[in-house]
């Protein structure tokens, strides 16, 4: 206990504090907590709130528990980003085009490549009119293949094309109405 003498001569004796330290991080905790409501950035804010009970279990504090603001699996996310793109058939499409030689065989797929695919048709082109032909007598088996592979329905039609030939249609050798020169390429 200490005494402490008053102004008008009497003395007092006084007890220390419990909240009191002479460590000055007291002094140090009041200055915060004065300029804490001063700052422009907590006059924008306004007075702080207590949530109430569960309003913190909301996804608005972390815990030890995942939630959607923890980092995700690259996997998963490209996942989500093609559901919500509706992009899955095209990207099956696109494999299909990129594993060829394993649902034709690579006899076939030596000579023919597909070009495109839009609303169920799948458009092949082929390096020459042999090969074309051959592959529209395959279009069933090659048709069941792709269909096992994508899903049931998703190729309904496989357009058979054949090699990209010079035109006869300009030039000093071409005639009006003529049938040009045939087949002569393959």
């Known amino acids: 206990m200490t005494t402490d003498e008053r102004p008008d001569g009497e003395a007092e004796k006084s007890t220390p504090d419990p909240e009191h330290s002479d460590d000055g991080l007291d002094l140090a905790r009041q200055v ?16 702080r709130r207590t949530p109430p009970p569960g309003e913190a279990r909301r996804g608005r504090v972390s815990g030890a528990h995942p939630d959607d603001r923890d980092p995700q699996l690259l996997g998963g996310e490209v ?3 093609v559901d919500r793109g509706g992009w899955e058939l095209q990207l099956r499409i696109r494999g299909v085009f990129a594993r060829w030689p394993e649902l034709v065989g690579d006899e076939v797929a030596a000579h023919c490549t597909p070009e495109s695919f839009a609303d169920g048709r799948l458009v092949v082109r082929t390096d020459s009119t042999a ?6 007598m395959l279009i069933p088996s090659v048709l069941r293949r792709l269909n096992e592979d ?4 998703t190729v309904t039609v496989l357009e058979v094309l054949g090699p990209h030939l010079p035109t006869w249609k300009k030039g000093r050798r071409s005639t009006r109405d003529g049938r040009g020169p045939r087949d002569t390429y393959g």
């Open 150 to 153: 994508l899903g049931p329905g």
């Open 131 to 136: 090969w074309a032909t051959q592959l529209k």
């Open 79 to 81: 996942g989500r980003l």
């Open 32 to 47: 915060t907590r004065a300029v804490a409501g001063s700052t422009p950035a907590a006059r924008r804010r306004g007075p």
